[in-house]
């Protein structure tokens, strides 16, 4: 069935878009963002399963790393990240009433100006022209997923591949950027035809509809249920991963060099904390990611690498240069740089500083720590140390200043203190989440994102996909 499957998705490509010739020189460079996919599910990283092969080729015969962290658990931050080269904490859109603030650089703006066509075809709401992710793009479809009642129609991956293929027929001579954002990995985990009952019995939309994570808390999945989802996860995978391998090949057929980089927002958690999904923790199954770097000599990195990394990786691939926190992933990384982590999802307002081979992570309740030298799953959590503690919120930063008694539901921490919610006048502190409620006279700077409202119908089909608890 696998060699008819490819050969009938060849066929596909070659229907949809006869590819011209690219520059001469340049190479295109195509991103690939694969929500919602932990790096233990791909066969490069460990999977038993034959679920990647076209990626399993691409990460062989280029870069990969072993070691790949997201910076929030969630979509809408973590792409932003992707694009700009700077983390949550930095660009602040960690919540959907934010959107890109107009100031901050993006990838495709750059290559755009470097004269580089510039393509995006996105597939869910969080990555969509609403937030600002069309700037930089000459084309970028996102199929309406904004407007009401599209929400819950799922954009498949074969139908962006094939606008992609579309749209680079029409670039002849010319170097493209194409950013392609694929969300069939993301629940509720339906792949089509041949590919549902590939692993398991074929999936429907009555299997375990998702509720939300704190249900699943009291109420877990059965070890049958769990295995179900996860095989149907594994057969998304599969056909994401056949697509993928018909838009390569489109490309290696009409002689146009290519570098791919591939990764994803963030992972997911299949019963590792009692329950299913993300954005609530910071944990490895939902912070370590794949990332792959094609058409550069073939190594496997064990540097801390992530999401944050992408946009200067593709800068160096195009000869350019762009302010960023995150690093070009083509010469030489530090071993076990810092990383800051984040979600303020669902109220969980958890902070994390992954330093050396510890992470430590902050909350309402506790302040704990985990050594990754003893235990890389992070079973067992150790008290932070005051040291630590000052650490992680050095990486928020003393950005706001008070000019009378201010207030605040979140965390407050000024000249090396954390404070019972209340600063007084001419303080610099520091707040978590960045952006909540300040009561009284304060400054911040640089100033929180612009905000955005999203429609109560919007908000409605958002929770019937998880996005909303």
Known sequence: MGVLVVTLLLACADSVARLPPGHPSQPDLVLVSIDSLRADHLGSYGNPRDVSPFLDQLAASGLRFENALASSPWTLPSHVTMLSGRGPLEHNVIEDDRRIPGDLPLVAERL?????????????????????FDRGFDTFVDYDLTKTGNLQRQVRAEKLVDDALAWLSAQPGKPAFLFVHLYDVHYPYLPPEPWGARYDKPGTKKSTRYKNYAYYKTHPLTDKQLEHQRAQYDECIRYVDDQLARLHAALERAGRKNTWVVTADHGEEFGERGSWGHAHTLHPEVMRVPLIVSDQPPAVRQERAGV????????????????????????????????????????????????????????????????????????????????????????????????????????????????????????????????????????????????????????????ALGYQQ
């Open 308 to 463: 944050i990394d992408v946009a200067p990786t593709l800068m160096a691939l195009a000869g350019l240069s762009m302010d960023t926190t995150g690093l070009s992933l083509l010469g030489p990384l530090p071993s076990a740089r810092d990383w800051p982590m984040e979600t303020s999802r669902f109220d969980t307002a958890k902070l994390s500083l992954v330093s050396g081979l510890s992470r430590v992570e902050i909350d309402n309740d506790a302040r704990v720590a985990y050594d990754w030298s003893r235990d890389p799953g992070e079973r067992q959590a150790a008290p932070a140390t005051p040291e630590q503690v000052a650490a992680a919120w050095a990486a928020v930063g003393e950005a706001w200043t008070a000019t009378s008694v201010v207030r605040s539901p979140g965390s407050m921490w000024s000249g090396g203190t954390l404070l019972a919610h209340e600063v007084p006048a001419g303080s610099r502190f520091a707040l978590y989440p960045p952006d909540a409620t300040v009561l009284g006279e304060a400054q911040r700077t640089p100033p929180l994102p612009p905000r955005m409202e999203l429609s109560d119908d919007t908000r409605e089909q958002l929770e």
């Open 112 to 132: 755009r100006d470097a004269g580089y066509a510039t393509g995006g075809f996105v597939s869910t709401i969080y990555v969509s022209s609403d937030y600002g």
